[in-house]
């Protein structure tokens, strides 16, 4: 008489169960992930104007008004960022422009990788009557500004 001993281990639908699973959670994983990368490579553009802001702020303080284009560019140059003549302009590792707007009173932010390619966003500088400087962060409206779902959480409306 023959008698069959216990089996172990997994079948192959146990194991193409297993994958399946793997897979959802996978496609579910990397938009999440690709969405939380853009958004810190966006927090970039923000960190390098942290010392830019300071200097809207000072020069406003002592002023009593916002820098004009020339000024704009000793302000770059003073912090040691890097500026052109033409647009006052200073960049990083992911935005590919920064400029100043006078007569919106906003630094412009634009980005340099996809998925936001070209798109900007928005400082615009308000001033209390004490002089200092309340800093708004937001992305223009049409295909020109940051789609909201990559927009860091300063700069959800």
Not at 68 to 92: K, Y
Request: glycine share 10%.
């Amino acid at each position: 008489m023959h008698v069959i001993g216990k089996q172990s281990g997994f079948t192959l639908i146990e194991v193409m169960i297993v994958v399946a699973i793997l897979g959802i959670l996978a496609a579910l994983a990397v938009p999440q992930y690709q969405t939380f990368t853009t958004r810190a490579k966006i927090g970039e553009g923000l960190v390098l104007l942290g010392p830019v802001k300071l200097a809207v702020s000072e020069y406003y303080a002592s002023h009593g008004r916002l820098p004009s284009a020339t000024n704009w560019l000793t302000l770059l140059r003073e912090l040691g960022l890097s500026a052109d003549t033409d647009t006052g302009a200073a960049s990083g590792s992911y935005v590919k422009r920064v400029w100043w707007n006078n007569t919106a009173r906003e630094i412009r932010i634009r980005y340099g990788f996809d998925p936001v390619d070209d798109k900007v966003i928005y400082l615009r500088a308000d001033f209390n009557p004490a002089g200092q400087a309340i800093w708004t962060c937001f992305a223009p409206g049409g295909n020109e500004g940051v789609p909201s779902k990559y927009l860091p959480g300063s700069c959800r409306a």
